[in-house]
């Protein structure tokens, strides 16, 4: 009887434990429920990016300027939709507060790499100058009827070495010189023919 008695607390016991382990067993998802919800998982991502690449791309607009940002993470692009758009590199989907809407439609690009500011020539002969690390505009050039501008479309972009000026090419026949940190225009050269492009020098 001894024998039995101390038996019996050990078969409880087992006993307990088998139904606990089958329990788990068939709380447990199969195979296939398990590829089921990653194929669930899975077509949600891809219709999340293909959302995002729906609002932020270029469709049915030229792009008119592209670059890459100074660590070689992100590529900017601008179109004639007035989009400025941010991709990463290695994901290749636009950034999350892409994109940014500019003033008017993008002619032109310049990106410089020391800085990371871009600027971009606009269809209404304006400019701005967008930081590539804050995601904002910082500057805009030429707009106004107070303020020195080009009154005909802007053919070309340029930045000094340091960055600090900005020399822009117009079909109005003029080059005009910005100072980039008092945003005003300093400086001005008038041509007989209007210049289509231009080059600074490096040094």
């Known amino acids: 009887r001894k024998g039995e008695k101390g ?48 609002i932020a791309s ?4 030229a792009v008119t300027g ?19 758009i941010l991709w990463n590199f290695s994901t290749h989907t636009p ?9 008017a439609p993008a002619t032109k690009l310049c990106h410089v790499k020391d800085s990371d500011l871009a600027a971009i020539a606009l269809d209404d002969y304006s400019t701005v100058l967008f930081d590539c690390s804050a995601l904002t505009i910082v500057r805009r050039f030429g707009v106004g009827t107070a303020s020195p501008r080009h009154t005909g479309p802007i053919s070309d972009i340029g930045f000094s070495p340091d960055g600090r000026t900005l020399y822009t090419s117009s079909l109005d026949g003029t080059i005009r010189v910005w100072d980039v940190p008092t945003n005003s225009c300093v400086d001005w050269l008038g041509f007989s023919s209007s210049p289509t492009s231009l080059t600074v020098s490096p040094t």
């Not at 077509?43 to 293909?50: D, P, T, Y």
């Not at 950034?95 to 003033?103: A, E, G, M, N, V």
């Open 7 to 54: 038996s019996n607390p050990g078969d409880i016991r087992r006993t307990f434990k088998e139904l606990e382990k089958s329990m788990k067993l068939s709380n447990r998802p199969s195979n296939a429920e398990k590829g089921e919800k990653d194929r669930v998982e899975r077509a949600k991502r891809e219709n999340l990016r293909n959302s995002k690449l729906r």
């Open 58 to 61: 270029h469709a049915g607009h």
């Open 95 to 103: 950034h999350k507060k892409s994109p940014s809407k500019l003033p």
């Open 66 to 84: 592209i670059a890459v940002d100074s660590v070689n993470r992100t590529v900017i692009s601008v179109g004639y939709d007035a989009k400025l």
